[in-house]
């Protein structure tokens, strides 16, 4: 089992910056952000892994960086020049032993 605990997120202005955290239960090796939006898939954001391997979608590549504290079994987003697309459920992802687990969710909004 895995708890995966998230905080950050609100509402800013297009341009603006914002960081989400997430603290898991135990060690994770691989660890990520998804977003969804009302109607939309869960869709990825950005993973790391515990070596720091990152992938990043195309649309955030630039502007958001994914990090991760192994010591502490943290991970943040880091998320500049907001843009109102970027609007939506940002949520916590962990991959453990084949499972995969999810955070409770945190509401970005980006208004123009």
């Known amino acids: 089992q895995v708890q995966l605990v998230e905080s950050g997120g609100g509402l800013v202005q297009a341009g603006e910056s914002l960081r989400l955290s997430c603290a898991a239960s135990?060690?994770?090796?691989?660890m990520g952000w998804y977003r969804q939006t009302p109607g939309g898939q869960r869709d990825l954001v950005a993973t790391?892994?515990?070596?720091?391997?990152?992938d990043y979608v195309d649309s955030v590549r630039g502007r958001f960086t994914i990090s991760r504290d192994n010591a502490k079994n943290t991970m943040d987003l880091q998320m500049n020049s907001l843009v109102p697309e970027d609007t939506a459920v940002y949520y916590c992802?962990?991959?453990?032993?084949?499972?995969?687990?999810w955070g409770q969710g945190t509401q970005v909004t980006v208004s123009s």
């Open positions: 790391r892994t515990i070596s720091g391997i990152t």
């Open positions: 992802y962990a991959l453990y032993l084949g499972e995969e687990y």
């Open positions: 135990r060690t994770i090796v691989k």
